[in-house]
């Protein structure tokens, strides 16, 4: 009778000893598997080429600043009437020589209004831009007047807008130096480095997609992307502390390697993770439903977009790119390093040697030799390999004395 403690082959060694089970009962139990840290190096390109697109992208294009950061002006008034987007840019045009930076319809029902946003204009340009706009609409105020002063403009000077950017990356800086800290408190050296990497890769990749696709940037958006970066972080924690967890005391054992322990957290907390990023998406897609096609409020646009991306972003760096670079610097040296090589090193023995003993069963029975008739292999190895002893062959182990 064989013995059946002997583990399964990883699936680097032997694959197919692997149950078979369905996508969703393997992503739904978290059993491992799924090949997150074996497949680290395609990981590893797909991250490459999505930081290599955003750096060229911020270095090519740009970011589309708002008003609040670049300066300029804001012109606003009433949509009622005959008033519209495509009208209000047309006057405006005619009457600058070149057309706005934006115009957007904001607000719902009698509080809707149209902004333009465009360069800074002076104080004749301000003057002939009112002038059209209210002889071609005659807006009415709050009580229901016609007036000229229905129509607001506000000019925002490129040194406040210099000052704001200013702040923002100073607020921006000292966030990510105290994540820093706490990531390096609460957590050993090479996972302290993997986190501080994914929240990079966080930073990056929303600041590319807002360079690719042109979405402005505001202090809504900045204040969005602190929002992320900390909800990257709570992602961080919850993996690595399960990380922790399973490859706690593993360099004393020889079943497994910490990559298998680690690829097993990753699989443990994928659907914890899956869950997490639908529930924080649903009130934010419901934000932007809400800001753009019922109140038209440009804040909490700007707010939603840039939480949306990040977190979807975030949910990707925290399982596919934090955990299988951790699991690439402990491999690199120290004790996990020997252990992983000591543990594939016996791993390659034992399947030498069961393939060495199943090509000599099949001699055998091709023979019609009895298995009884096979020499004795070293003492240990049949028990190692659960296979039982020949019969008749005498014990190796040693014998219990019996006391009288």
């Known amino acids: 009778m064989t013995n059946s403690t002997l583990e399964p082959f990883t699936d680097e060694v032997n694959d197919y000893e692997?149950?078979?089970?369905?996508?969703?009962?393997?992503?739904?139990?978290?059993?491992?598997?799924?090949?997150?840290?074996?497949?680290?190096?395609?990981?590893?390109?797909?991250?490459?080429a999505f930081v290599l697109i955003s750096l060229l992208s911020i270095g090519l294009r740009g970011f589309t600043l708002g008003i609040d950061f670049a300066g300029g002006s804001r012109i606003q008034l009433p949509a009622a009437g005959t008033a519209t987007t495509q009208k209000v840019e047309d006057i405006y045009s005619q009457t600058i020589g070149h057309a706005p930076v934006t115009v957007q319809k904001v607000g719902s029902g009698s509080a809707e209004t149209i902004q333009v946003r465009s360069d800074t204009l002076s104080a004749a340009q301000t003057d002939a831009v009112q002038t059209a706009l209210f002889n071609a609409f005659q807006p009415k105020d709050k009580d229901g007047n016609v007036s000229r002063n229905a129509i607001?403009?506000?000019?925002?000077?490129?040194?406040?807008?210099?000052?704001?950017?200013?702040?923002?990356?100073?607020?921006?800086?000292?966030?990510?130096?105290?994540?820093?800290?706490?990531?390096?408190?609460?957590?050993?050296?090479?996972?302290?480095?993997?986190?501080?990497?994914?929240?990079f890769f966080n930073m990056i990749i929303t600041a590319g997609i807002y360079s690719l696709v042109g979405f402005e940037v505001t202090p809504a958006a900045v204040i969005g992307l602190l929002t992320i970066l900390g909800y990257v972080l709570y992602d961080n924690v919850v993996v690595f502390d399960k990380v922790e967890e399973n490859t706690r005391g593993v360099v004393n054992t020889s079943r497994r390697t910490y990559a298998e322990q680690a690829n097993l957290a990753a699989n443990?907390?994928?659907?914890?993770?899956?869950?997490?990023?639908?529930?924080?998406?649903?009130?934010?897609?419901?934000?932007?439903?809400?800001a753009v096609w019922l109140l038209g409020v440009g804040t909490l646009k700007d707010l939603a977009l840039v939480q949306l991306v990040?977190?979807?972003?975030?949910?990707?760096?925290?399982?596919?790119?934090?955990?299988?670079?951790?699991?690439?610097?402990?491999?690199?040296?120290?004790?996990?390093?020997?252990?992983t090589k000591k543990v594939l090193n016996k791993r390659a023995g034992l399947a030498s040697a069961r393939a060495g003993d199943e090509a000599e069963r099949r001699a055998f029975a091709a023979t019609g030799r009895e298995l009884g008739a096979r020499p004795v292999r070293e003492p240990g190895f049949a028990q190692e390999l659960g296979q039982t002893p020949r019969p008749g062959a005498r014990p190796s182990g040693k014998r219990n004395k019996r006391r009288h």
Do not use: C
Request: glycine share 6%.
């Open 18 to 48: 692997a149950p078979k089970h369905s996508v969703f009962e393997r992503l739904y139990t978290g059993t491992g598997g799924f090949k997150i840290v074996s497949r680290r190096r395609f990981y590893y390109a797909l991250t490459a």
């Open 268 to 290: 443990q907390t994928l659907m914890r993770s899956i869950n997490t990023t639908v529930i924080g998406i649903l009130p934010i897609v419901g934000m932007l439903v809400i």
């Open 152 to 199: 607001s403009i506000t000019e925002i000077s490129e040194t406040w807008g210099s000052q704001i950017t200013k702040k923002a990356v100073i607020a921006l800086i000292v966030f990510i130096a105290l994540t820093m800290v706490y990531i390096a408190i609460r957590f050993e050296r090479d996972m302290s480095i993997a986190a501080i990497a994914s929240l």
């Open 310 to 339: 990040g977190m979807i972003v975030g949910a990707y760096s925290s399982i596919f790119f934090a955990v299988p670079l951790l699991v690439s610097i402990k491999e690199r040296w120290g004790p996990v390093a020997a252990h």
